[in-house]
């Protein structure tokens, strides 16, 4: 099982991304998945995650700017980040608890990170 994470890089304030998570391997529908962020020397955080039944979370500091959604097949979850300021800066993290043939009592993964950059 694989967590793919892209769509970092560096924007100004007041700008948009789009981050982008594809799980991989032989899995079955995964519930939930999500967002966090790690700022320096501090612990990650949520920042957003969605259930394939249409729940959804944000932190605070997300509500209102970022959007989550949840690709068709289940395996994919989307970031999309507007009106950045330089505070969003940070480390995204794809995260997701998957049942899988190797797992099937289920494990929580991570993807690789993807760095955030806001200038001001």
């Known amino acids: 099982v694989q967590l793919q994470a892209s769509g970092g890089g560096l924007v100004q304030a007041g700008g948009s991304l789009r981050l982008s998570c594809v799980a991989s391997g032989n899995i079955r529908p995964i519930n939930p998945m999500g967002w966090y962020r790690q700022f320096p020397g501090k612990q990650r955080e949520l920042v957003a995650r969605a259930a394939t039944g249409g729940s959804k979370d944000y932190a605070a500091s997300a509500k209102g700017r970022f959007t989550i959604s949840r690709g068709s097949a289940g395996n994919a979850v989307y970031l999309q980040m507007n009106s950045l300021t330089p505070e969003d800066t940070a480390v995204y993290y794809c995260?997701?608890?998957?049942?899988?043939?190797?797992?099937?009592?289920?494990?929580?993964?991570w993807g690789q990170g993807t760095q955030v950059t806001v200038s001001s």
């Open positions: 995260n997701a608890f998957i049942f899988s043939a190797d797992r099937p009592e289920g494990a929580e993964y």
